[in-house]
């Protein structure tokens, strides 16, 4: 059984381009977050809730951290269809000349 593999570099382009709104959207919503809560918790927590509002902000910074993997996998997915895209885009263009130049030898 033979299997035909078609890739389409512009869908593997719209595939990297919404990657990489991804990872942007997780970093923005990450800032937003720690931010939000830190600013929520302050007035609640006072000068008494110091040491819980501490703990709290520091595993805030964990998950934000965390976050920031996550989007820079996404990133590196990106990264990796806009590099796959060329290289298709590459390889068809070096075939097609190959082809045009076989057609002038026949």
Same mark, same amino acid.
């Given at each position: 059984m033979?299997?035909?593999l078609t890739a389409v570099p512009e869908a593997i382009t719209a595939f990297g381009e919404?990657? #990489?709104? =991804?990872s942007s959207q997780?970093?923005? /919503?990450?800032?937003?977050?720690?931010?939000?809560v830190t600013a929520?918790?302050?007035p609640v927590f006072g000068l008494l809730?110091?040491?819980h509002l501490a703990?709290?902000?520091?595993a805030m910074t964990t998950n934000t951290f965390e976050v920031g993997q996550? #989007?820079? =996998?996404?990133a590196g997915?990106?990264? /990796?269809?806009?590099g796959s895209a060329a290289n298709y885009t590459a390889a068809d263009a070096h075939h097609a000349s190959e082809v045009l130049n076989i057609g002038k030898l026949i």
């Open positions: 033979t299997a035909n919404v990657e #990489a709104l =991804v997780l970093i923005t /919503a990450g800032a937003v977050n720690i931010a939000a929520m918790m302050t809730g110091a040491e703990a709290t902000i520091m996550l #989007a820079a =996998v996404h997915h990106a990264v /990796a269809a806009f």
